[in-house]
C-alpha cells in the first residue's frame, strides 16, 4: 500500500511538472476565471457561467456590480440603492408593488428615496398621468361632458380613479330594449350580473363583482391587495405578494425555490467555496426546487471523491452527487438501498479517501463511535459495503488532544498539504523516523473546537482550537463556524455546506 501511495504522488508530481511546463503563459496575460482579477478583466468569479454577473470573458454584465478578487457580483436592481439608469429600488424584484423587476417605476405608481417607497398614485386625491379622476377631484366633468350619451344622472370616481358612470342617465336605460348607446339592457337593478345599471357591460375593474365570472373586482390598479387585476381573490402562487398577508410569492407553490408554498421566505443552505491557491470565499445558494438531484432535506455529512471531482452528500434518508466545480447535482439515491447498514439520522460527519490513478475510492460515514466504510468503484460508481461494518471507534492511543466521537459534527479529509493550511511535523508527531508531510484530517465538533490528525504516518491527533482560528476559517466571508453542517476537499479547494 506504501509502495502505490508513494507511486501514486510521484505520478502526480511528474505530471504536474509536465502540465506547468506545457502551460507557460506570458505574465502579462490575462488568464479568466482563475479568480484572480487582472489587466484587462472587469472580474473573474472563476467560473465561465452566464447570468451571474461576471461573463466567460470576465466583463461585468449589465446590472450587476463585481468587487474584489475573487470577484463577488451582486445585482443593482434590488439592493434598495438608486443605481445608474434605475428609476426605483425598493429592496426587491417583485412586480405589482410601483418598482418593477427592472428597477423600473410602474404606471400608476410613485416612487420615493432610497430604498425607494412606492405608493399608488390613485387615491392621492390628486388626478394625475393615466387617472381620469381621484377622489371627488372629477376634473369638471359631468354625466352629460363624457362620452356615452348620457342625459342626466351624477357622476362620480371609481377605486381605480376612472369615471363611475352607475349612476349617469341612458335614455331609456333599464327600459329592457336595447336602444343608441346602450351596450346592454337587462332591464333589471343589479350591478353584479353582466349589464350595469348604466347599460354598459360587465369588466373586470369597473368595480362591480359579476357573479359567477368574477371571483372579486375592487375596481383598482393594484396586485398586491385581495384581489388582482384579473379579478381573481388573491391567493398563494399567484405571482403576487399580497400585503400583510405574504412574505413572498413567486407564482409557484414549490419548496426549495427562496419562497415556500406558504408564501414564506426560506432560509435555503449554502455552498461554500475556497480556493487553496487564490484565496477567498466564494458563497452559493443551494436551490433544490425542480432539481431532482439536489438534497430536499437537510445536509448532515459530506465525502470527497477526488479520483473523479466529486462529492457524496448525505441527508438522514438520502444521498447527492455533486459535480466540482460546476457545482451541479448530478444523481441521487436512497440511503439504505446502496449505503445499507447506517442509520441515516445517527450520521456525524463523513469523509473520502481517494487517490488519482486508483480504481476505488473509499467513503466512510460517521456515527457517533461506529464507522461505515464503503468502496465506490471509481469506473462503474458502483458501491459494495466492507464486510466488517460497523467498526467501532477507539482513539484511546491516537495522541492528545483528541474530540470525542459522538461530538464530531463535521469532518473532511485533504490527501496534500499542499494549502499550507497544516503545519504537522511527522517526526515529533510520529516519531523521530517519520518523514511523511501529511495527508491529515480535520474534524469540527459539537463545541465549536477544531482538531487536525496526521493520516500519513501514525493516524495520530496532533492540534486543537478554536475553528476561526484554523485558516481558511477567520478570514473575510467564511462561513459561520455554527452554521457549518459538512465539508468536503476536492483539490485545490474546501467546500463548505452551511445553514444561512
Not at 408554498?261 to 443552505?269: F, G, K, N, Q, R
Not at 466488517?388 to 477507539?394: A, E, F, K, L, R
Not at 503545519?423 to 474534524?443: A, E, K
Request: charged share 20%; net charge negative; aromatic share 8%.
Amino acid at each position: 500500500m506504501k509502495f502505490s501511495i508513494v507511486f501514486s504522488l510521484f505520478t502526480l508530481l511528474l505530471v504536474y511538472s509536465c502540465a506547468k511546463s506545457n502551460n507557460i503563459k506570458d505574465s502579462g496575460e490575462a488568464e479568466c476565471g482563475n479568480y484572480k482579477v487582472e489587466e484587462g478583466e472587469e472580474c473573474d468569479d472563476g467560473n465561465d457561467l452566464y447570468d451571474d454577473g461576471c461573463d466567460p470573458q470576465c466583463r461585468i454584465q449589465t446590472g450587476w456590480e463585481c468587487e474584489g478578487s475573487p470577484s463577488t457580483c451582486t445585482l443593482l436592481c434590488g439592493n434598495g440603492v438608486l443605481d445608474q439608469d434605475e428609476q426605483c429600488d425598493d429592496g426587491s424584484r417583485q412586480e405589482g408593488d410601483g418598482c418593477d423587476a427592472e428597477c423600473l417605476l410602474e404606471s400608476g405608481w410613485d416612487c420615493e428615496g432610497e430604498p425607494s417607497v412606492c405608493t399608488p398614485l390613485c387615491g392621492n386625491g390628486v388626478v394625475d398621468q393615466d387617472e381620469q379622476c381621484d377622489g371627488t377631484d372629477l376634473q369638471g366633468n359631468t354625466c352629460e361632458s363624457i362620452e356615452g350619451g348620457f342625459t342626466g344622472g351624477e357622476l362620480s370616481c371609481s377605486s381605480g380613479c376612472t369615471f363611475d358612470t352607475t349612476t349617469c342617465i341612458l335614455p331609456n336605460c333599464g327600459d329592457g330594449i336595447l336602444n343608441e348607446n346602450e351596450e346592454c339592457d337587462d332591464g333589471n337593478s343589479s350591478n353584479n350580473d353582466s349589464c350595469l345599471n348604466n347599460c354598459q357591460d360587465a369588466s373586470c375593474g369597473d368595480g362591480y363583482h359579476w357573479m359567477g365570472e368574477e371571483e372579486c373586482d375592487d375596481g383598482n390598479s393594484s396586485n398586491v391587495d385581495d384581489c388582482t387585476n384579473e379579478c381573481l381573490n388573491a391567493s398563494c402562487g399567484d405571482g403576487y405578494t399580497w400585503t400583510g398577508m405574504e412574505e413572498c410569492d413567486d407564482g409557484n407553490t414549490d419548496n426549495g425555490d427562496g419562497c415556500n408554498h406558504l408564501c414564506e421566505h426560506e432560509s435555503l443552505p449554502l455552498l461554500n467555496t475556497i480556493d487553496t491557491v487564490s484565496g477567498g470565499w466564494f458563497q452559493q445558494t443551494i436551490f433544490y426546487a425542480g432539481d431532482p438531484h439536489a438534497p430536499q432535506l437537510p445536509v448532515l455529512a459530506a465525502a470527497n471523491v477526488q479520483t473523479l471531482n466529486q462529492a457524496y452528500v448525505f441527508t438522514e434518508s438520502t444521498y447527492h452527487i455533486i459535480s466540482l466545480p460546476s457545482r451541479q447535482w448530478i444523481g441521487h439515491g436512497q440511503l439504505s438501498t446502496d449505503f445499507p447498514g447506517v442509520s441515516g439520522s445517527a450520521i456525524t460527519s463523513a469523509y473520502g479517501v481517494s487517490w488519482d490513478g486508483e480504481t476505488e475510492s473509499t467513503l466512510t460515514l460517521l456515527a457517533g463511535e461506529w464507522a461505515y466504510s464503503y468502496s465506490l468503484d471509481n469506473n462503474t460508481q458502483a458501491i459494495t459495503p466492507a464486510g466488517d461494518n460497523p467498526i467501532q471507534i477507539d482513539w484511546s492511543n491516537a495522541g492528545e488532544p483528541r474530540p470525542e466521537p459522538e461530538n464530531i459534527t463535521s469532518s473532511y479529509l485533504a490527501i496534500e498539504n499542499d494549502d499550507g493550511w497544516v503545519t504537522v511535523d511527522p517526526s515529533q508527531v510520529c516519531g523521530t523516523s517519520s518523514t511523511t508531510v501529511g495527508p491529515y484530517g480535520i474534524s469540527i465538533t459539537s463545541g465549536l473546537s477544531l482538531y487536525v490528525q496526521e493520516v500519513g504516518s501514525c493516524f495520530e491527533w496532533c492540534e486543537m482550537m478554536p475553528v476561526a482560528s484554523f485558516p481558511p476559517f477567520g478570514v473575510s466571508g467564511a462561513p459561520a463556524p455554527d452554521k457549518i453542517r459538512a465539508m468536503f476537499y476536492v483539490s485545490p479547494k474546501l467546500y463548505v455546506v452551511s445553514n444561512p
